[in-house]
């Protein structure tokens, strides 16, 4: 039995002492089986608390000089417990296993307190309190068989672990939490042994697989994840090789832990993850794992809608199709599903043609026209409206369905059809085409099924008359390559 023993060591110029208590006891037969279990407890404090007998509230200062008040004071405690088993058992005369078994919980807490007023403070960062229970086994196999009394071949298997220790937690963790993660190994041995006399000979090979200590991403380095939601679960993928299931992530203000594939833990600072306004991000994929809907005002802002982003391109399309459009379909009243900040509809009025269109975002709302404005409803295309307009004789949506979530695409499609208007023009970016949140990219065939699985077909006929009129200077490239027609 052992009790206190201290050591001590420096860390970027710092003392830090840690103090080390445990405890054994063993029983068996006296067969060459036994059972043991034990306690060993490791804590990093200072002089005053240790003297104290505080177990439960010590630290590690650091000062820039010995007597300065602490600017960084690191408070962590480390408890393990084990319980371990071994046997050998003769299976022949001439061969022998042996076994052993062992399962190790580890429980560690630690913390830190930051004083940037002291002398060489001001440059510290501290770390989330911390608290984790880990628990492991590890396990030996062997088997020795007697070739001759005094050659004999052996062979061995195991899985062994190690935690991380305090000092490690302190000097290696990232700068947001004090976890690591304990490296594991297995191992294969075989090989051959001599023993006569005082003459004892082994050879061995010998192979084993490591899992590296740490796995986390450092703090100044930004961290592209892609995540992909499927039925529920999210899967994500990032940089050297990291994959896995999302279905299994904590999150808190600072960061964001996930489980990947293989049970490796990665820890991301969440200010590294990309930008939380982006479809891909941490922030948008936590919201869809809570089955949350993305937030259309703060995902459009007027910057989106401006003069210097879609209004212009929105400008050049209806000035140049509209009479196209009232020439050969003859519309009576229009419908604009996604209308923004209405252009098309301010060009077919000049026609006498009467409009009406559905937008999701109040910031469309700031460049509309005033006119526009009482013929523009505001709402979400994800809900469902029941009223229907039968007078509605036209309907057309232009890029607006890859800003729809698949599961509310359906939905989308009804706003499209409820009406039963004699003509849709229709486009909708496929994937790989660039833009804001764009979160169902999908190809034409995607939305012909869906438009046939409601009664409307593609017009390829009316379709090649239109391309026939050609397209305006300026136009985006997207109109050509998406535009659809359904009757």
């Known amino acids: 039995?052992?009790?206190?023993?201290?050591?001590?060591?420096?860390?970027?110029?710092?003392?830090?002492?840690?103090?080390?208590?445990?405890?054994?006891?063993?029983?068996?037969?006296?067969?060459?089986s036994f059972w043991t279990s034990g306690q060993h407890r490791c804590q990093a404090g200072p002089v005053d608390d240790r003297e104290k007998g505080r177990w439960d509230a010590v630290d590690s200062d650091r000062r820039q000089d010995p007597g300065d008040r602490p600017f960084h004071e690191f408070r962590a405690n480390q408890t393990t417990f084990g319980l371990y088993?071994?046997?050998?058992?003769?299976?022949?005369?001439?061969?022998?296993?042996?076994?052993?078994?062992?399962?190790?919980?580890?429980?560690?807490?630690?913390?830190?307190?930051?004083?940037?007023?002291?002398?060489?403070?001001?440059?510290?960062?501290d770390h989330d309190t911390t608290r984790d229970l880990d628990q492991k086994y590890v396990y030996n196999l062997g088997l020795d068989y007697h070739i001759l009394p005094e050659i004999s071949a052996f062979t061995r298997t195991s899985r062994g672990i190690r935690f991380p220790t305090i000092d490690e937690r302190i000097a290696s963790s990232d700068t947001n939490t004090f976890k690591l993660k304990t490296q594991t190994?297995?191992?294969?041995?075989?090989?051959?042994?001599?023993?006569?006399?005082?003459?004892?000979?082994?050879?061995?090979?010998?192979?084993?697989?490591?899992?590296?200590?740490?796995?986390?991403?450092?703090?100044?380095?930004?961290?592209?994840?892609?995540?992909?939601?499927?039925?529920?679960?999210?899967?994500?993928?990032?940089?050297?090789?990291?994959k896995g299931k999302w279905s299994d992530?904590?999150?808190?203000?600072?960061?964001?832990?996930?489980?990947?594939?293989?049970?490796?833990?990665?820890?991301?600072?969440?200010?590294?993850?990309?930008?939380?306004?982006?479809?891909?991000?941490?922030?948008?994929?936590?919201?869809?794992?809570?089955?949350?809907?993305?937030?259309?005002?703060?995902?459009?802002?007027?910057?989106?809608?401006?003069?210097d982003n879609n209004a212009p391109q929105q400008v050049v399309l209806a000035q140049y199709f509209v009479p196209r459009i009232i020439e050969k379909f003859k519309p009576k009243h229009v419908l604009d599903i996604g209308c923004g900040t209405g252009q098309w509809l301010d060009e077919y009025r000049k026609y006498?043609?009467?409009?009406?269109?559905?937008?999701?975002?109040?910031?469309?709302?700031?460049?509309?026209?005033?006119?526009?404005?009482?013929?523009?409803?505001?709402?979400d295309l994800r809900d469902e409206i029941k009223e229907r307009d039968y007078s509605i004789d036209f309907v057309q949506s232009f890029e607006v369905a890859e800003h729809i979530e698949e599961e509310y695409a359906d939905t989308f499609i009804n706003h499209l059809i409820k009406d039963d208007p004699d003509f849709i023009l229709f486009t909708a970016a496929p994937p790989g085409q660039p833009?804001?949140?764009?979160?169902?990219?999908?190809?034409?065939?995607?939305?012909?099924?869906?438009?046939?699985?409601?009664?409307?077909?593609?017009?390829?006929?009316?379709?090649?008359?239109?391309?026939?009129?050609?397209?305006?200077?300026?136009?985006?490239?997207?109109?050509?390559?998406?535009?659809?027609?359904?009757?």
Request: aromatic share 12%.
């Open 352 to 379: 006498d043609v009467l409009t009406k269109g559905i937008e999701g975002s109040v910031n469309a709302f700031i460049e509309m026209s005033e006119e526009t404005k009482k013929i523009v409803l505001k709402w």
């Open 1 to 32: 039995m052992r009790w206190f023993r201290r050591t001590s060591g420096r860390f970027q110029g710092t003392s830090r002492r840690i103090w080390r208590s445990s405890a054994r006891v063993a029983a068996g037969p006296c067969d060459g």
């Open 249 to 307: 992530y904590k999150e808190d203000s600072s960061k964001v832990i996930l489980l990947s594939d293989d049970e490796e833990v990665v820890i991301c600072p969440r200010k590294n993850l990309i930008d939380g306004k982006s479809y891909e991000s941490i922030e948008y994929q936590e919201n869809r794992m809570r089955g949350d809907r993305y937030d259309l005002d703060e995902a459009y802002s007027e910057g989106f809608f401006g003069w």
């Open 185 to 242: 190994s297995r191992d294969l041995e075989g090989g051959f042994r001599y023993n006569s006399g005082g003459l004892s000979i082994q050879g061995s090979v010998f192979v084993m697989k490591l899992k590296k200590l740490v796995d986390k991403y450092l703090p100044n380095r930004t961290v592209p994840l892609l995540m992909v939601i499927t039925e529920g679960e999210g899967l994500f993928s990032g940089p050297n090789g990291i």
């Open 85 to 125: 088993g071994q046997d050998e058992i003769g299976l022949t005369d001439n061969l022998v296993l042996s076994t052993g078994l062992r399962f190790t919980w580890v429980k560690f807490s630690a913390g830190d307190v930051i004083d940037n007023g002291a002398p060489g403070g001001g440059f510290e960062t």
């Open 435 to 487: 833009g804001h949140q764009h979160v169902n990219c999908k190809e034409k065939k995607y939305w012909e099924d869906k438009m046939e699985n409601n009664g409307y077909l593609v017009d390829q006929d009316m379709l090649n008359g239109m391309k026939e009129w050609g397209i305006p200077e300026d136009c985006p490239d997207w109109w050509p390559k998406n535009l659809m027609v359904f009757i």
